[in-house]
């Protein structure tokens, strides 16, 4: 008896035009490689919570980074390097502290991965907080 798979065509059949249309349009390797790794980088629990704490604070050091999330110092500061190194977050030296904060692309990934869980959350200095404050 033959199985039936619902994950395969069960002929072969192309629409080349379509295809090489597609085939043409996709993105290079040089462009996918890195978004592949930034959303690796999202990949943790840990960095994933991290980021949802910059998208909703806008900037965070270290410290209060930590307090917002509960996990130690030292692992918030480990993440957030992984973070940047993966072109999600971008820091900045202010005194002694050091900021940190989602780039674009971090803003876009952490809303697409988080879906409705962020879209209620309004943006630090937006819109939505001058009206509310």
């Not at 190194?85 to 971090?106: F, H, K, N, W």
Request: proline letters at 4%; charged letters at 25%.
């Amino acid at each position: 008896m033959a199985v039936e798979r619902d994950d395969t065509c069960d002929l072969l059949c192309l629409d080349l035009p379509h295809a090489e249309k597609i085939r043409t349009d996709l993105p290079e390797l040089d462009v996918v490689e890195p978004a592949a790794a930034a959303a690796r980088a999202l990949g943790d629990p840990t960095r994933l919570t991290l980021a949802a704490a910059l998208y909703r604070g806008g900037e965070l050091c270290v410290c209060d980074a930590s307090w917002v999330s509960g996990y130690a110092q030292n692992l918030v500061s480990h993440h957030l390097r992984q973070l940047k190194i993966a072109g999600l977050v971008r820091s900045r030296r202010d005194g002694r502290l050091v900021m940190y904060a989602l780039t674009e692309q971090g803003r876009s990934l952490v809303a697409a991965v988080l879906g409705a869980h962020v879209a209620a959350i309004p943006v630090a200095g937006s819109v939505d907080e001058l009206v509310e404050g």
